[in-house]
């Protein structure tokens, strides 16, 4: 019915598990955090305290247990995939974080699951439901600025992770460009062709471990449109999220937010504090504002707002890019 | 034991009744809403269900639950003193919303009994725990703006009440302005003289209702700086509220809060959305930072940061601009 | 004829007399600077050689030179009443600085000569030419901001004057405050009524020779309209000079003006320079467009666009100002 | 004698002809305009009238004016190349304005020319004495944003010109970008390597005239940082010249330029007037300063600021980005 809370099993119970659990529990009309599983059983039960929960000892018990209708999947990379494939297999609807994997034929066998169970599939991809990126859409989807032309998007880390996470991340295209990706795509379409270019400036450590920490990138975009990303993984002044859509009739430029709206002068300078400097606090809001999208299409029976296929075509550009930093060349998106 | 949760009792489940609920028993690390009473059975049992608290069927009955060790008062004004006495007398700590009284003999009783009964009280004056006026504030006090000489303080609804409201309000000095005054006092100090212009230019039936629906009030404080507050009960574009505080050092200015920071330049203009435009939305964070901060001076033992003296300061202001404005001469705060 | 350039004598080669005559002689269409007259001849003389213009030994024979069918009065104040009244006479058409006098009875007696002799005059209150304030009347005057209601009026200087000037310059109301008093009447219209808030906050000095160097004037306007004018002759950060207009439809706010549109973000702050320093380089453009305003006016036969009467009022507004001040009550125009 | 004004011929009174001649006649202390010459001989002595300077019949008479000592070239771009060699040949010094020409062998003979005969040559990239690309380049000099590490530059026309003269143009890149080329070179230094997109997106008669009106091109700097350039022939809020200079220290960002600083709030958005629309107008102050910079390097015997090996560079990138564009690959400079 309806009118019945849609009861929830959360998958991972470390930092987004938690930020992802507190949501379900405490602000998604429509939801109920039923019970909560991770490898750290402690760390489960800790957040199943705080936020009135069970615990499961195992992803299998918390698929079988009778109240659960949706997965939320907040566990480590590797097992994104296979959490997909066992939840699918039990019928449960999934809400899964980004990405569904790095590999390509797996995530292929994981959406096969999903498509074969007849399950629904949302990916995380949380910055689609921040307000400035929402409004940047609105204004090209209502025709605001016309036919979408050029696409900027810059996207900064305060502080890369790290290096031995940078080890094991798959690379910055898949770790941290993976969302500009979506970005680009969320707001321009499809993307058919990537140049890439980048540099170690900020880490050798970085460049030691085989990665670049300094990016940019440019889309070619099916409509005809040209895109730029721009990362870096340290901007000192803080995260640094913007993004220009120009188009024939205009531009939609977001700018990044900021913990209070105070200017001081002096006989210095004009100034105001810097922007949000973790991601948490930036897309806080974003965090909870998928979930609710999430719970809201399974109720209403709507189509995912971010589907399976939305979650593995970042990780196809990802791969163009890489081959084209490789070989410095473009690379179209059907030779991956 | 500083490691248990304070206990807390609500009084009134209406509009704010509701946002200090959910606050209470959801973001407030150290709480717990114990239980709830409103004269209005019904929203307090809805309330209660939401929120997996108790009713209680009287004030009285809340004030003798066991496990409520302190209440926070969110019913209708004139209940406000009679609640504050009954909560002193029955040795329960107090979160009350302003105003305390808008009669001095009134607001002098309750305190009183406070001050006999021993117990501690904080008045809300949600606006002081706004990130914008904190920064502001923080500028003053870190000596950033040098002495303070100039305050220019905008405050502005984006609709009046209805005059129904209005007849009952007490006026826009005690129903609007007040908290204005109390942004003065937060940040420049205690006002010594006032003087009030007004005028009635939103809505006739305010004026024929006895009242004003704009005013520019004049302060003089105490440390010799002037401050000028500057009502509206309508601005078109929204909730108007900024502030600027002028020093001998420099100046520190905040502006109004947007849902998101979107710019769109097209053939007409390079616009953004409006402020934010109803009043819970603007201030919802700090509604949530003045309960943190009440129920960890409690569980502290530090000062109330918003004292009964605090709350009936204002008042005096409020009396004392309508005296200017009826009189249209400066009135000094002795007079009243 | 239209198509001959207007002959103009200077009076005065002093700082303001240096803008204004390298304005004629090269950036008003239709103008021809004559000839320059200054107390100081070496000084007219300098100017005169820079500017390919002929000097005059003395006020009168620039009067009778042949050519000069317009004069500009750059000289100290004390004189623009006399040399009014002497153009006036000479049947010259007239543009001077402002004020025309500080005493009341010296401007009647000049604007009697200036009527009598059927002679143009304009006052130089630059301000009204300046971009941002032009485009905040053009918001009031087309309807943009619907009725006006409240106007607040920033001015704030980077640095008060030696005290030996303003020891002779009237006090701030008549020599600072009567631009922004001016401003009030071009934005909003006449103002009936002032109250008057000052203080000794930037230099004792200035206190010891009689003045104040901080001040609030709340104004009633006929309209109905409230306003404020916010003065400091200090702001470290720079020559501050806002304007907000706020109406019944809408708002229209100045911001100050830079010399770059650069913003620097560092781990420190996001910040840009201060706002320009000095009135000179602040208002350089407005003092072009005001003689071009001049000579076309005068070209075309049309009115002249700030009148005799417009050099008059804000000397009363500032005498009502001075009296509210001493006396600590609102004062009505019609009281001096 | 360093006392003595320098003085100057002008080639060309055309549109940018009569703002250097106005400029130099007018606001470069120590320049005298000595004489005009233009194929259009009405032209030439309009504006010579204008400005109380002589015409010349030719360029060669222009050359052998015994007042002459510099040379400024606005004629057409076709011309400048053998006016470079005229006036170096009869040992004057020149300003020519940008490009030097489009065949590389031609501006190397030209540069030759200027060389062998020890005259001084500077090249009128005027953007680089804008205020707003100064202050950046400041940052980056003083080391405020410490290493460079990403370049963004945007650069959008009002409107495109005709198809015209789009055809005669040279093509986007050596019309257009070569500015965003030389703006680059300005902030970061050398260019090795760039990678262009491009696509018809304004105006289809652009695509058949055999050009692009929309390109995006990634640019490799000598000293390991990446740069990307964003251009298209019409944005239609306005003349878009923006840059973005990010380091490892921080970032400076420049905004576009305003005709006022109001901001007009109502109740459908809080939005201002669109950018400075022409870049007569956005960059007037720029060619004032660059003519300054000039006259003052040649009388203190400074180095050009600008200089023909700078002139050269933009062009060699311009031709690298158009066959990146057609070959659909990154092009090394030295391919060129």
Same mark, same amino acid.
């Given at each position: 019915?309806?009118? /019945? ?11 987004i598990?938690?930020v992802h659990? /507190?949501t379900?529990?405490?602000r998604v ?12 059983? *402690? ?10 929960? /069970? ?23 590797? @097992? ?17 974080e980004k ?9 292929? !066998?994981?959406?096969?699951? +999903? ?9 995380g991809f949380n910055r689609r439901f921040d307000s400035n990126y929402a409004r940047v859409k609105?204004?090209? +989807? #209502? ?16 502080? =890369?992770? =790290? ?16 969302h500009?990706?979506d970005m680009?795509?969320f ?28 990016? +940019? ?7 005809? *449109? ?13 995260y640094?999220q913007?993004v220009?859509?120009?188009?024939? !009739?205009?531009? *939609?430029?977001s700018?990044?937010n900021? #913990? ?5 002068? @002096? ?9 949000l400097?973790f991601f948490m606090e930036r897309y806080l809001a974003a965090y909870q504002t998928e979930l609710v999208a999430f719970? #809201?299409?399974?109720?209403?029976? @709507?189509?995912?707002p971010v ?16 081959? #084209? ?12």
């Amino acid at each position: 019915m309806a009118s /019945e809370k849609l009861g929830i099993g959360l998958i991972g119970a470390g930092r987004i598990g938690k930020v992802h659990g /507190e949501t379900i529990a405490r602000r998604v009309p429509g939801a109920r955090l039923v019970t909560i599983c991770d490898v750290n059983a *402690a760390a489960a039960q800790a957040l199943a305290d705080e936020l009135g929960a /069970e615990v499961s000892p195992s992803v299998e018990a918390l698929l079988q247990h009778p109240e659960v209708q949706a997965v939320v999947i907040c566990s480590s990379t590797d @097992t994104h995939a296979p959490f997909i494939k066992l939840a699918a297999a039990a019928g449960k609807d999934i809400f899964c974080e980004k990405p569904i994997a790095t590999d390509l034929a797996v995530i292929d !066998a994981a959406l096969q699951a +999903v498509e074969q169970a007849g399950v629904k599939l949302m990916i995380g991809f949380n910055r689609r439901f921040d307000s400035n990126y929402a409004r940047v859409k609105q204004a090209i +989807v #209502s025709g605001e600025i016309g036919t979408p032309q050029l696409l900027h998007i810059i996207s900064r880390d305060p502080g =890369p992770p =790290p290096v031995a996470y940078i080890k094991v991340s798959g690379g910055i295209f898949l770790d941290m460009t993976i969302h500009d990706f979506d970005m680009a795509r969320f707001l321009f379409g499809d993307v058919t062709e990537v140049y890439a270019v980048g540099a170690v400036m900020v880490d050798p450590g970085i460049g030691e471990a085989g990665d670049i920490d300094t990016a +940019v990138i440019t889309l070619k975009f099916a409509n005809g *449109a040209i895109g730029t990303i721009d990362n870096s993984r340290k901007a000192v002044y803080g995260y640094d999220q913007r993004v220009e859509a120009f188009g024939s !009739a205009g531009a *939609a430029a977001s700018e990044n937010n900021y #913990s209070d709206a105070v200017t001081i002068s @002096t006989g210095d300078s004009v100034r105001r504090g810097l922007p949000l400097n973790f991601f948490m606090e930036r897309y806080l809001a974003a965090y909870q504002t998928e979930l609710v999208a999430f719970v #809201s299409a399974l109720r209403d029976g @709507t189509p995912m707002p971010v589907t399976g296929a939305d979650g593995r075509a970042p990780v196809v550009i990802a791969k163009a890019a890489l081959k #084209s930093l490789r070989e410095n060349r473009p690379v179209k998106l059907s030779e991956i």
